[in-house]
């Protein structure tokens, strides 16, 4: 079965390849007059090898593109969205190849991020999205401390889970639904995602197949849309293909990290997302 996801990743990636230089080819002298740089380059290599290690490349790239430039703020949704479905996609079929996890967890919790990305939006996106950002902070601060107090032996640590089943799944079934659509309001899934996969007893491990999965599936069909009514830029998604060297060269980190590493850097990723999303709001606020 993981076999017949991974061809199907490779069918979704190759689907959105095709609308990508097809429209790059018919427009290759508007592509060369954007303002992104070489630079552009090295930074996807850095951006996807943080990406790769569980630090979300919605607010890395975010943060950059505001400094440099590089898309006008009309386009940065669609930017963020083309630029990371290739190297979502060699993510989800390295952790698929490393990684183990129920394949009925995987399912579910893949297939509800999708529909949340699809469905779930029509409900989030009329919620108040500071507020939305202070509540998932919250939730945030809370994973990140439930597993530092296991770490210091006050709670026991149960994150060895490989699958989950009954209220658990549903559950998180549920949660996934609704991370699939913080997308649409600029608000990454991957930390959320983490702490609700740590919370539930599961081997924080397993989020990355998850994580990765439910984007490379939601991201390539919904590129496709950004592309066709020209609403990216086409110089970044292409650059951002190189950004796969990072993903390999985090992946064989990512191989060498023991249980307790691993738990330290769920840890680093959670505080730094509730940071950023704190930064964001207190942004919006005084706007």
Same mark, same amino acid.
């Given at each position: 079965?993981?076999?017949?996801?991974?061809?199907?990743?490779?069918?979704?990636?190759?689907?959105?390849?095709?609308?990508?230089?097809?429209?790059?080819?018919?427009?290759?002298?508007?592509?060369?007059?954007?303002?992104?740089?070489?630079?552009?380059?090295?930074?996807?290599?850095?951006?996807?090898?943080?990406?790769?290690?569980?630090?979300?490349?919605?607010?890395?790239?975010?943060?950059?593109?505001?400094?440099?430039?590089?898309?006008?703020?009309?386009?940065?949704? @669609?930017? #963020?969205? +083309?630029? *990371?479905? $290739?190297?979502? /996609?060699?993510?989800?079929? !390295?952790?698929?190849?490393?990684?183990?996890?129920?394949?009925?967890?995987?399912?579910?919790?893949?297939?509800?991020?999708?529909?949340?990305?699809?469905?779930?939006?029509?409900?989030?996106?009329?919620?108040?999205?500071?507020?939305?950002?202070?509540?998932?902070?919250? @939730?945030? #601060?809370? +994973?990140? *401390?439930? $597993?530092?107090? /296991?770490?210091?032996?006050? !709670?026991?640590?149960?994150?060895?889970?490989?699958?989950?089943?009954?209220?658990?799944?549903?559950?998180?079934?549920?949660?996934?639904?609704?991370?699939?659509?913080?997308?649409?309001?600029?608000?990454?899934?991957?930390?959320?995602?983490?702490?609700?996969?740590?919370?539930?007893?599961?081997?924080?491990?397993?989020?990355?197949?998850?994580?990765?999965?439910?984007?490379?599936?939601?991201?390539?069909?919904?590129?496709?849309?950004?592309?066709?009514?020209?609403?990216?830029?086409?110089?970044?998604?292409?650059?951002?293909?190189?950004?796969?060297?990072?993903?390999?060269?985090?992946?064989?980190?990512?191989?060498?990290?023991?249980?307790?590493?691993?738990?330290?850097?769920?840890?680093?990723?959670?505080?730094?997302?509730?940071?950023?999303?704190?930064?964001?709001?207190?942004?919006?606020?005084?706007?």
């Amino acid at each position: 079965m993981k076999i017949a996801l991974i061809i199907a990743i490779i069918l979704f990636d190759l689907y959105y390849l095709y609308h990508l230089f097809t429209d790059i080819c018919h427009h290759w002298q508007a592509t060369k007059k954007e303002p992104a740089t070489k630079r552009a380059f090295f930074s996807m290599i850095i951006i996807y090898f943080l990406s790769t290690l569980g630090i979300g490349d919605f607010a890395v790239s975010t943060a950059l593109y505001q400094k440099t430039k590089w898309v006008p703020i009309r386009k940065l949704p @669609g930017t #963020l969205n +083309a630029q *990371c479905v $290739i190297p979502s /996609g060699v993510m989800a079929i !390295i952790f698929l190849s490393n990684i183990t996890v129920g394949f009925k967890t995987l399912i579910t919790c893949v297939c509800c991020q999708i529909l949340g990305a699809y469905l779930g939006s029509k409900f989030v996106t009329k919620l108040p999205k500071t507020i939305l950002r202070y509540f998932i902070i919250t @939730g945030l #601060l809370l +994973a990140s *401390c439930l $597993i530092l107090v /296991g770490k210091f032996h006050m !709670i026991a640590s149960t994150g060895t889970a490989t699958q989950l089943s009954g209220w658990k799944l549903y559950l998180t079934a549920g949660l996934l639904f609704l991370y699939g659509a913080l997308d649409d309001v600029g608000i990454g899934c991957y930390a959320p995602t983490m702490a609700t996969i740590y919370a539930m007893g599961m081997n924080p491990a397993a989020a990355f197949p998850i994580m990765m999965c439910g984007s490379t599936f939601s991201l390539s069909v919904g590129s496709v849309e950004f592309i066709k009514k020209h609403n990216y830029s086409r110089k970044l998604a292409l650059y951002s293909l190189f950004g796969v060297i990072g993903v390999f060269l985090a992946a064989t980190v990512f191989k060498h990290l023991s249980l307790d590493m691993l738990e330290w850097l769920v840890i680093v990723v959670l505080i730094y997302a509730a940071y950023s999303l704190y930064r964001d709001a207190k942004e919006t606020d005084q706007a």
